[in-house]
């Protein structure tokens, strides 16, 4: 696997940049923009030719806002919310940033199949407007609140929905698996898990999100530890980041702290020996 962080941008994204190629990571996430905010200004000139001459030699992720809902029944969010995504698209293709992260929206349960089509429609429509830009990667959810796509089936079967060639990919969180109900808290079990997702996502890029959980599996419960202080464990999430299939694949870590935090926690999982 590509390991790396998620990266603050504090300071601009050239300064980010900067700082995550002083890290020697392979991979690195970061918000383009305020995460829960649905509009922002465009990104100064001098800062995108800084990241752009910073940033080579990382596979970047971008991660989209919190507030975009592409399933959201509601005229109002519906339209923030496209033009949110779309604004994404052009900092990410200003950037050079080739692959970004969306969660995939929620809907109330009477209105969950509805949820599905207009999460379908948005998504493909803006990735047909936008040619030149990244591949969506839409990340599972631990199922709370009627967020889609805890079910990794019905991840899959959004993406096939969409059906825009080579530009949608699937994000796997492995604390919202473990919070959806997925088992994760042996290496066994997460082989097992690995094996399931080579097997679902296939021929689909694929990214992962390896973050511990401090929530009880199956509570529908999002929260991030650090690899070894949570549910999921050192071990399982060590396995998952060797497994061979996902070799190519980026693997960032959102774990709490910072930067410093997060670079720390990574060496500690890629220094386990879990077999």
């Known amino acids: 696997m590509l390991t790396g962080i998620h990266a603050s941008a504090a300071g601009g994204m050239g300064a980010c940049a900067a700082r995550v190629a002083a890290m020697g990571i392979r991979a690195a996430q970061v918000f383009t923009a305020n995460p829960r905010r649905h509009t922002s200004g465009v990104l100064p000139e001098g800062d995108v030719k800084s990241f752009r001459e910073r940033s080579g030699g990382v596979l970047w992720l971008a991660h989209c806002s919190y507030l975009i809902n592409p399933a959201s029944g509601k005229p109002e969010i519906s339209e923030r919310s496209r033009a949110s995504l779309r604004a994404e698209f052009d900092r990410c293709f200003s950037l050079g940033i080739g692959r970004c992260v969306l969660h995939p929206g929620?809907?109330?349960?009477?209105?969950?199949?509805?949820?599905?089509?207009?999460a379908v429609e948005?998504?493909?429509?803006?990735?047909?407007?936008?040619?030149d830009g990244p591949v969506l990667l839409l990340e599972n959810t631990s199922g709370a609140g009627g967020n889609l796509c805890g079910d990794l089936e019905e991840l899959r079967g959004i993406l096939d929905m969409i059906a825009v060639p080579g530009r949608v990919g699937a994000c796997l969180d492995t604390a919202h698996a473990h919070g959806y109900g997925y088992l994760l808290d042996t290496p066994d079990h997460?082989?097992?898990f690995c094996r399931a997702v080579a097997g679902l996502f296939a021929g689909y890029p694929i990214a992962f999100h390896l973050?511990?959980?401090?929530?009880?599996r199956g509570s529908r419960s999002d929260r991030h530890r650090a690899p070894g202080c949570g549910a999921v464990g050192m071990a399982s999430l060590a396995a998952v980041e060797s497994f061979a299939a996902f070799s190519g694949s980026p693997g960032v870590l959102e774990t709490p702290g910072d930067d410093s935090d997060r670079l720390s926690d990574l060496r500690r999982l890629l220094g386990f020996r879990w077999n």
Not at 106 to 118: E, F, H, L, N, T
Request: proline share 9%; glycine share 16%; net charge negative.
């Open 122 to 131: 948005m998504v493909g429509s803006l990735l047909e407007e936008s040619p």
């Open 190 to 192: 997460a082989l097992a």
């Open 211 to 216: 973050n511990d959980s401090g929530a009880e």
């Open 106 to 118: 929620s809907a109330p349960g009477p209105d969950r199949k509805g949820g599905v089509r207009r």
